[in-house]
């Protein structure tokens, strides 16, 4: 609502305008002397003069009052300590630029009130002072290198390698959803992948004869605990994504055959965050960023902070892959059948071999297949 | 006054030049050679376009501001589009943003502007008689034309145009399976990508040689008029850029109908594992940016060009710095080649990589700050006449400000992780390279319009349009920051999956409605433009009391512009306001002894100079034996 009736102020505002040289017309008519060289610079042009000098004022008006209106959906509360590095980074470039903002465009603006044409009078002839410009080239120049040190030294932080005990998570991204996979429980070790294994089951190109992929699993919902360091291993299996989480401040394309990764420590559960928002109902979310196809702007995957313990739970309730798709037993190599087994309902060990699952694993090698 | 000195021999020359045959009609407006000609082909075409990709944005926000909104009324204009519940179709949503990128950056600002104005002012302001060579720029806009034509019909393929972004990043624009887009619409795309590179070739080799080789006697580097300036190196940029992007676009047409991997690796897709194996996405987004980022400097360096010389004209005072400002120029041209990864911060490319383009792309800020600090000094004690050339031009000024300044967020690679992709940038590249180069356009059309038809464009009219452009401008980008700010990705058909994004409907709602009034005002342009090329007030000689050489050519300049010799020079061209003059200008063509009053004491010195000058004379092509 308040915006209509900003639009209407500005209507209403073009109105006057309108009004105001229709004014100018009328009464260049009634004084009916149009002087042939300075015809147009009389009272429009000291209109159009001073309408910057409104438009200046109006606009800082109304410029700091939406900012403070729309302030509360800004930078939603972060929820990673280098999100909270960015936010008071990107807050102070901020003040910086609205001051070069506010001085740049007030002169601007003053400046072509101030000297609008009045006649008889004669500009300044002043070509250059080279004081003057050395004065403004190197303020900028400093400034920038300040931001650019303070910048360049929490990006290198945010960019380090991951701590050796991160947890890690790889998240894949398809035409249009994300797919979770972890590394299982028993060797915390994700198995290799390899892209010509994917079809409509093995979504994540699971290469079983890896035997470290015998206990990952995947899931369409990403559980990661509190105050660890989370290392996401990042791929896409058809054209580029984004992975955003906007609350964690953490962002990387998945480029397809060639891994992206990027690390951060969530410090705020799920649960935390809901009682800080006075949120109830408030959810984690994941998002892709870069442009995908049709589905894109709707690649949601939830995304549960939560502390070590119920994250335990989460990951020993999840059932291993291949537990769930035990017809992929084919494609385990004999050596490895034994170890296989132990993720094999017993019922379902003796699975007949079904020969277009082996037909597909066959042909493909794994040395694609990348970590 | 110039041709005090005018020879027997010139008049000889004169004669032999005037038995020129009068040329058919289609060599005299459709395969024309001469530049002027030219110019209006291109400002004509520029225009339409902006009419097209201005329309198709139009579109866009309807959805974005109004989610729910029925769309039925438009299926007359988009057929299937529209779906059969009213609703905009998510892939025609891409194609339309697609578009509307593809067709501002470059049939826009790019050949409209470029286009327009390279043509138009270099021989006119150098003093040539026409460009270097009248077959390639005819060759250069026809091929342009062509271009259009092929990028026009690509809208009406039932899979629709393009679709995967202006960028069009594979493995999105190389897989026809991944979006409708990337069918028939993106073959279109590269043909007519490939089709405007040529025509930028073209029309770039000329506008540098012309530059060199054809100025007038006199006219030295340092006498330029800074638009001349901003073309010559807008042509360097593009001359060196283009041949890229060239390149990307023919390894992706080699990729989408060859079976190459050069930018395909590992794909599943559709229920099939591709082939391809060790091409990489990443090696088009750098051959793409290495274009693409000099892409800006192309739109926006001709307007602040453009800018410069109306700001001064009209402040009746000297360009202030015109030294510091080439240089600023040369900087930016030269910065603008070793920026191009901050567009790929988080695109998986090394770090280290971003921590030195960071650096790189900071230092921008510096010549540009020098570039702003300039424009407001000249208006500093001037005399301003506010023709709706200078309204715009001082709007450029306040738009490459405020534009430009959120550039040092996102320039900062750590404060693009979060900002990347956001609507935050679509805000800063909308006022600082969008709206700033628009205005620099329709500042030039403004001031040039004299030169152009012979007739004045109504300013009351201009006021009006201005004012309604201005503030509408502020209006969508300005709130547009908020929502980047907030984290809305751009490319979004709908932000309701979301809990994170369900916030500012309101917001998004109000820059959709500023977006429609500021099209609206548009329409006051187009209706000026028009009406005043047949109907508008006959134009004096020199309208601005201006001082660069174009005005010196008669009101309607004929092939070859000048009807005897053409003017030396001797000047700078910012000689306003010069104490002792009697007028408040001082033409560039007019030698130093004949303003003793007014001469500054090492100009004084340069009168012993002024017969050298005087009687050179190789660059007349009119002269040549041919």
């Known amino acids: 609502m308040i915006y209509v009736v900003g639009l209407l102020a500005l209507v209403f505002l073009v109105l006057t305008v309108l009004v105001l040289t229709r004014l100018t017309s009328v009464l260049k008519g009634i004084n009916g002397d149009s002087t042939d060289e300075n015809e147009g610079i009389g009272l429009s042009n000291r209109i159009n003069g001073a309408l910057f000098l409104v438009f200046f004022v109006v ?107 991160a947890v890690v998570i790889e998240i894949v991204g398809k035409q249009f959803n994300w ?193 | 006054m110039a041709t005090v000195g005018a020879n027997e021999a010139s008049i000889v020359h004169l004669e032999e030049h005037d038995h020129h045959e009068r040329q058919s009609f289609l060599k005299t407006y459709v395969f024309s050679e001469d530049h002027k000609t030219i110019a209006k082909q291109y400002m004509f075409s520029g225009v339409l376009w902006a009419i097209v990709g201005a329309s198709l944005s139009i579109i866009f926000r309807l959805q974005l501001g109004f989610p729910s909104m029925k769309l039925e009324w438009l299926r007359p204009l988009l057929g299937n589009w529209i779906s059969d519940t009213g609703k905009l179709d998510p892939q025609f949503y891409l194609a339309l943003v697609t578009m509307h990128g593809t067709i501002m950056v470059f049939f826009v600002l790019t050949a409209g502007l470029s286009g327009t104005f390279s043509n138009f002012l270099i021989p006119l302001q150098i003093g040539a008689r026409d460009m270097a060579s009248g077959f390639m720029n005819m060759l250069s806009f026809w091929f342009f034309f062509l271009s259009s034509v092929v990028m026009f019909a690509s809208l009406f393929l039932e899979t629709g145009p393009a679709g995967g972004g202006w960028v069009v990043y594979p493995p999105l624009s190389a897989l026809p399976q991944a979006i409708d887009g990337s069918k028939a619409g993106m073959t279109m795309w590269l043909i007519a990508m490939a089709l405007f590179i040529v025509s930028q070739l073209l029309g770039g080799i000329n506008y540098i040689t012309t530059v060199i080789n054809l100025r007038t006697r006199g006219m030295s580097f340092s006498k330029l008029p800074l638009p001349i300036w901003a073309f010559f190196l807008t042509a360097v940029l593009g001359l060196i850029s283009f041949p890229v992007l060239l390149s990307a676009a023919l390894l992706l047409i080699f990729d989408r109908s060859f079976g190459t991997s050069f930018y395909l690796s590992e794909i599943y897709i559709a229920g099939e594992a591709l082939p391809n194996v060790g091409g990489s996405p990443v090696l088009f987004q750098h051959l793409f940016w290495f274009l693409g980022h000099p892409e800006v400097y192309i739109v926006l360096l001709p307007a602040l060009g453009i800018t410069s010389e109306i700001i001064s004209t009209n402040s009746r005072k000297p360009i202030f710095g015109y030294r510091a400002m080439i240089a600023s120029m040369i900087g930016i041209a030269f910065l603008a080649f070793i920026v191009w990864a901050h567009h790929m911060f988080v ?280």
């Open chain 1, 59 to 165: 606009g800082v008006i109304a410029a700091a009052w939406s900012f403070n209106e729309a302030s509360h959906y800004f930078l939603p509360e972060a929820s990673s300590p280098h999100g909270r590095r960015t936010d008071s980074l990107f807050w102070l470039v901020m003040a910086v630029i609205t001051i070069a903002f506010l001085v740049t465009n007030a002169l601007l603006f003053y400046f072509a009130f101030r000297y609008s044409y009045r006649k008889d009078h004669r500009a300044t002839y002043y070509p250059e002072n080279h004081k003057l410009e050395l004065i403004w080239t190197v303020i900028p120049a400093v400034v920038m290198a300040l931001l650019v040190f303070t910048g360049w030294r929490a990006w290198r932080d945010i960019m380090s390698e991951a701590p050796s005990d």
């Open chain 1, 179 to 371: 797919i979770t996979r972890y590394p299982g429980v028993d060797n915390n070790k994700l198995g290799n992948y390899n892209y010509k294994l994917t079809d409509a089951n093995n979504e994540v190109g699971l290469d079983l004869s890896d035997e470290a992929s015998f206990d990952d699993f995947t899931a369409t919902e990403m559980h990661i605990p509190v105050g660890k360091p989370i290392l996401l291993k990042i791929r896409a299996r058809d054209v580029l994504h984004s992975v955003f989480i906007p609350h964690m401040r953490v962002k990387m394309d998945a480029v397809p055959g060639m891994p992206t990764r990027f690390w951060f420590v969530p410090d705020k559960t799920t649960e935390q965050m809901r009682n800080e928002t006075g949120n109830q109902k408030f959810n984690y979310e994941i998002a892709c960023t870069e442009v995908c196809g049709r589905g894109h702007f709707s690649m949601r995957m939830p995304l549960v902070v939560e502390d070590e313990e119920s994250f335990k739970k989460w990951t020993s309730e999840q059932k291993p892959w291949l537990t769930t798709h035990t017809d992929y037993l084919v494609q385990v190599p004999e050596k490895l059948k034994a170890k296989a087994a132990k993720y094999v309902p017993a019922d379902a060990s003796a699975a007949p071999s079904d020969s277009t699952a082996t037909e597909q694993g066959g042909g493909a090698g794994t040395s694609a297949s990348l970590r």
């Open chain 2, 347 to 626: 695109s998986g490319m090394n770090p280290f990589l971003g921590s030195i383009f960071m650096f790189l792309t900071l230092i921008i800020a510096v010549p540009s700050a020098v570039k702003a600090f300039n424009y407001i000094t000249t208006l500093w004690r001037g005399n301003i006449i506010f023709t709706p050339a200078m309204l715009f031009s001082i709007g450029l000024v306040s738009f490459f400000i405020s534009g430009g300044l959120t550039g040092i967020i996102l320039g900062n690679s750590a404060l693009d992780i979060q900002l990347h992709d956001t609507y935050f940038v679509v805000a800063h590249f909308h006022l600082v390279m969008g709206a700033a180069s628009a205005f620099g356009f329709l500042a030039g059309v403004y001031h040039w319009f004299p030169k152009f038809f012979g007739r004045m464009m109504n300013p009351k009219l201009g006021y009006v349009h201005f004012w309604m452009t201005f503030i509408g401008i502020y209006l969508v980008f300005f709130p547009m920051h908020y929502i980047g700010i907030a984290g809305f990705p751009r490319r979004y058909y709908s932000f309701t999956s979301y809990d994170a994004f369900k916030t500012f409907g309101d917001l998004n709602m109000f820059v959709s409605l500023a977006a429609i009034f500021t099209f609206g005002a548009q329409f006051i342009f187009l209706l000026n433009f028009f009406y005043s090329i047949f109907r508008g007030k006959k134009a004096p000689q020199n309208p601005w009391r201006s001082n660069t050489l174009e005005w010196t050519t008669p009101v309607h300049p004929g092939h070859g512009n000048w009807p005897g010799e053409i003017p030396a020079v001797y000047r700078w061209p910012y000689d306003y306001s010069k104490p002792g003059a009697k007028d408040d200008f001082i033409p560039q063509n007019v030698p130093y002894s004949q303003t003793l009053e007014s001469n500054l004491p090492h100009e004084n010195a340069l009168i012993a100079i002024e017969k050298e000058i005087e009687e050179q004379n190789y660059n007349d092509q009119f002269k040549q034996p041919h």
